[in-house]
């Protein structure tokens, strides 16, 4: 059963537009959110985070939302780049846990 | 400081054989998780070991098993390969684990079994 899913297998944006991923978690216990991305032939490298007490985290370009009554959260990229062009993957914890649980992904790609 | 190391990068195998996948976490790192990737399924949590113990386990068969080192290096084994084995098998280290401690990834092995 999974517990993080990422329902868009793609995304196609235009470079200088928003680009929004959507991440659903079904397990209430989660407490503790993730966004990851990975290129080809690299392994994922951490991109930006928000607990469960907060929501809305921005860094730079990259802002995650969360809404816990929807379970749901969403990272948004503005304004997108084509070396934005990655698979991003949203995890989450449990406040006691000691593995991160990964949705399928989705790849976005952003065109100049 | 380097980063988290995975060996070989590279793997054929053929049904049946067992294979052994290492992996050198970043230094002061004590925490090793495993995970599969696969085009259809993302990533799956393997395991994670923590000062040479296992703290936690995914949803795989006991084919699967790992180990930590000492200097927190850490194997992961696969025995009586199938061709569903087939995947990016990912290291990450981070220090202490859980949700204080981000992932830093290796770039994988890739495994292929034929």
């Known amino acids: 059963d999974q517990q993080v899913k990422q329902n868009s297998p793609s995304l196609s944006v235009q470079e200088g537009r928003i680009s929004i991923l959507n991440c659903d978690y079904t397990?209430?216990?989660?407490?503790?959110f993730l966004w990851y991305k990975k290129y080809p032939a690299e392994g994922p490298t951490f991109l930006i985070s928000?607990?469960?007490?907060?929501d809305k985290n921005e860094d730079g370009r990259f802002t995650v939302f969360l809404n816990k009554s929807a379970k749901h959260l969403s990272l948004h990229i503005v304004p997108s780049q084509p070396g934005d062009s990655a698979v991003y993957f949203c995890?989450?914890?449990?406040?006691?846990?000691?593995?991160?649980?990964f949705g399928k992904g989705t790849t976005l790609s952003v065109s100049s | 400081k380097a980063g988290v190391t995975q060996t070989p990068r590279y793997l054929i195998k053929t049904r049946g054989q067992q294979v052994t996948l290492s992996c050198s976490p970043i230094s002061g790192h004590r925490s090793v998780s495993w995970y599969q990737q696969t085009p259809g399924q993302g990533l799956q949590f393997l395991f994670e070991y923590f000062s040479e113990t296992q703290r936690n386990k995914g949803n795989f068969p006991g084919r699967f098993s790992g180990r930590q080192f000492s200097n927190s290096r850490s194997e992961m084994n696969v025995s009586t390969l199938e061709l569903g084995d087939s995947a990016l098998y990912l290291c990450?280290?981070?220090?202490?684990?859980?949700?204080?401690?981000?992932?830093?990834f290796g770039n994988g092995t890739r495994l292929t079994v034929t």
């Open positions: 990450a280290s981070s220090r202490g684990g859980g949700r204080g401690s981000p992932l830093h």
């Open positions: 995890a989450a914890i449990t406040q006691a846990g000691t593995a991160l649980i």
């Open positions: 928000i607990s469960s007490i907060k």
């Open positions: 397990n209430s216990m989660f407490d503790y």
